[in-house]
């Protein structure tokens, strides 16, 4: 049982030579990184500006369909009107 705890502190200390030795080769990230990561940022605020643009584009769009179906139901109530008052009139 003594001979396990007198092994345990080397072992976490090997362990934590260990680990520190492949923090350490971790490094950082590199200025190609920085800018690929800059590249990347500036694209995607790019795309979701023109997917605001174009969700804008598409709701006007569905506006002016709107009123399009709108007075087109318009005219098909006034010429039913008209046909109606047309076969009221003598011949």
Do not use: H, W, Y
């Not at 502190?9 to 990184?33: H, K, N, R, Y």
């Not at 940022?41 to 769009?61: T, Y």
């Amino acid at each position: 049982m003594s001979t396990l705890k007198s092994f345990r502190a080397p072992v976490i200390a090997v362990m934590l030579f260990i680990s520190a030795a492949f923090l350490t080769g971790c490094g950082g990230v590199s200025d190609a990184q920085l800018a690929e990561l800059d590249a990347l940022r500036q694209e995607v605020s790019s795309l979701e500006s023109e997917a605001n643009r174009l969700k804008d584009e598409r709701a006007n769009l569905e506006s002016q369909i709107q009123d399009r179906n709108r007075k087109l139901a318009e005219c098909a109530k006034q010429k039913e009107e008209t046909k109606a008052n047309l076969q009221k009139l003598p011949k």
